[in-house]
């Protein structure tokens, strides 16, 4: 337990002085409970981490672009102050599926080497930004990349009755159906927007943890010609998705902020209790 704790410590501070070391890591939205009453006070946290388990970031306004809630067609604008954890604390009174969304700002990464971005590229199913790395003769050390996340949690509250929709991000990811009122006996269809469009052939990674024992299983999916993927899922599960988007950086991007390369982090994170059909 104290090692757990002294492990967590020593990666908030790297975090506070070297955001740009975690970029491998995934970033989503999490809470105690995805399924509530109307009148519950729903704590979000902002976590970076690996395998599903992290640690709660602070609400700082130099990290975050946007963060706010949706339900019922209307939208909510954050109220937290700077530090705060949970970085957004809301207390519906509506029944109705909600969807909190967090847009960071973007950030930069420096590689020391190519064998680091090689492994990342690797593990994100980016082996072709490996080989245009290499054929366009892009430095082998020293050279810099440029990142944002698009994260989101759907909560069910009393009813839970809404559907997830698009937030005009430019890496999204959508659930087609409501993991709180839907049949999830086949699956939860999820669907991947880039630039608003499906993004076909992708790969989804998929983190499925138990509410019971907290541990993790890992799979991966991959989505049709129409940016659709399916998603089988469990009881008693708490469910994260993720894609990411690795492409050469804009002339624009190259000049302003001297990168080579720009990556897109989408993630998708929703709880199944009592889902009808399982």
Not at 18 to 31: A, Q, R, S, Y
Request: include cysteine.
């Amino acid at each position: 337990m104290k090692l757990n704790m002294y492990r967590q410590l020593f990666l908030k501070i790297i975090f506070l002085f070297f955001p740009c070391t975690l970029v491998g890591h995934e970033l989503w939205i999490d809470t105690s409970e995805f399924k509530v009453e109307k009148g519950t006070k729903v704590d979000f946290d902002l976590r970076n981490g690996e395998n599903f388990d992290g640690f709660s970031l602070g609400y700082f306004d130099r990290s975050v672009e946007k963060l706010y809630w949706r339900q019922n067609g209307e939208r909510f604008d954050n109220a937290s102050r700077q530090g705060d954890i949970p970085a957004l604390q809301i207390e519906p009174d509506k029944n109705g599926l909600i969807s909190a969304i967090y847009v960071s700002k973007p950030s930069v990464i420096k590689y020391k080497d190519f064998k680091k971005f090689h492994s990342f590229a690797i593990e994100k199913n980016a082996k072709d930004a490996v080989d245009l790395h290499l054929s366009q003769s892009f430095p082998m050390e020293n050279f810099s990349e440029i990142y944002t996340r698009y994260s989101k949690a759907l909560v069910g509250v009393g009813s839970s009755i809404g559907s997830d929709q698009a937030n005009n991000l430019e890496l999204e990811l959508i659930a087609k159906e409501n993991p709180y009122t839907d049949d999830m006996s086949d699956g939860i269809e999820i669907l991947l927007l880039y630039n608003g469009q499906p993004h076909a052939f992708a790969t989804l990674n998929v983190f499925e943890r138990s509410t019971i024992d907290f541990g993790v299983n890992t799979f991966a999916v991959q989505t049709n010609e129409k940016g659709m993927a399916t998603v089988k899922v469990k009881n008693d599960r708490t469910y994260l998705i993720d894609n990411v988007i690795l492409r050469p950086a804009s002339v624009k991007l190259s000049k302003d902020k001297g990168v080579i390369w720009e990556s897109l982090w989408a993630a998708l994170t929703f709880g199944v209790k009592e889902a009808s059909g399982l």
